[in-house]
T-cell receptor, first 112, second 112 residues
Framework: SQQGEEDPQALSIQEGENATMNCSYK?????LQWYRQNSGRGLVHLIL?????REKHSGRLRVTLDTSKKSSSLLITASRAADTASYFC????????????FGTGTRLQVTL | NAGVTQTPKFQVLKTGQSMTLQCAQD?????MSWYRQDPGMGLRLIHY???????DQGEVPNGYNVSRSTTEDFPLRLLSAAPSQTSVYFC???????????FGSGTRLTVV
C-alpha cells in the first residue's frame, strides 16, 4: 500500500507565485524525500529531511517535517514555468531502511 | 558517469511471453530497486536489493523475479507477461544511509 499521500493532487499557479504541496504518511520514518518527475521522464531527487530535522532549505525549495502529525510540506518559491512537473514524497520507514515508499504525487502546472 | 541505465526503453510483448528488463549502475551503489508506475497510482515497489546476492520483495512482486549477482546489475524478469503488467518500469539505486535514489529513464512496457 502507498505510504504517502500528497495534497493537492493537482495545482495550477502563475509564474512568480509560491507553490505548496503537502504529504502525509502512516508509519514511523527514518527520513522523507521529495522527487520531481517531468512528463515521460525518470524521477529526480530534490531534497531529503531526516526524522530529527524540522526544516530544510535548498535553493528555492523549503521542506518542513512534523513527525507528530506524520506530515511534510514542500514549498517552491517564485515558481517558474520550468517547475511544471509532478512532485512525489517518499519515505524510508523505520526498520526497513533500504526501502523507499512513494506517495501518489502532486501535478504542478506553472503558467506564464 | 552514466548513472542508472535501463534497457530497452520501449517493449511490446504478447501475453505469456517472458522477458528481462536490464538495469545497470556505475556508481557502486549498494541499494537497488525496481518500481512500476501506473496512472494515478504513483510508484509501487516490486523488488529491491541491499547488495549483491541479497534481494527482497516489495509491494507488488507477483509475476516478477530478480537477481543481484553483481553490485552493478539488477535485472527484472517477467515470467509470463499479462496485460496487467502494462506499465512504466523504473530502476533506481542509492548509497547506504540517508541518501536519495538515482533513477533510470524508464522502460515503457505494453502487453497485448
Amino acid at each position: 500500500s502507498q505510504q504517502g499521500e500528497e495534497d493537492p493532487q493537482a495545482l495550477s499557479i502563475q509564474e512568480g507565485e509560491n507553490a505548496t504541496m503537502n504529504c502525509s504518511y502512516k508509519t514511523s520514518i527514518n527520513n522523507l524525500q521529495w522527487y520531481r518527475q517531468n512528463s515521460g521522464r525518470g524521477l529526480v531527487h530534490l531534497i531529503l529531511i531526516r526524522s530529527n530535522e524540522r526544516e530544510k532549505h535548498s535553493g528555492r525549495l523549503r521542506v518542513t517535517l512534523d513527525t507528530s502529525k506524520k506530515s511534510s510540506s514542500l514549498l517552491i518559491t517564485a515558481s517558474r514555468a520550468a517547475d511544471t512537473a509532478s512532485y512525489f514524497c517518499a519515505t524510508r520507514n523505520t526498520g526497513t531502511a533500504s526501502k523507499l515508499t512513494f506517495g501518489t504525487g502532486t501535478r504542478l502546472q506553472v503558467t506564464l | 558517469n552514466a548513472g542508472v541505465t535501463q534497457t530497452p526503453k520501449f517493449q511490446v510483448l504478447k501475453t505469456g511471453q517472458s522477458m528481462t528488463l536490464q538495469c545497470a549502475q556505475d556508481m557502486n551503489h549498494e541499494y537497488m530497486s525496481w518500481y512500476r508506475q501506473d496512472p494515478g497510482m504513483g510508484l509501487r515497489l516490486i523488488h529491491y536489493s541491499v547488495g549483491a546476492g541479497i534481494t527482497d520483495q516489495g509491494e507488488v512482486p507477483n509475476g516478477y523475479n530478480v537477481s543481484r549477482s553483481t553490485t552493478e546489475d539488477f535485472p527484472l524478469r517477467l515470467l509470463s507477461a499479462a496485460p496487467s503488467q502494462t506499465s512504466v518500469y523504473f530502476c533506481a539505486s542509492s548509497r547506504q544511509g540517508a541518501h536519495g535514489y538515482t533513477f533510470g529513464s524508464g522502460t515503457r512496457l505494453t502487453v497485448v
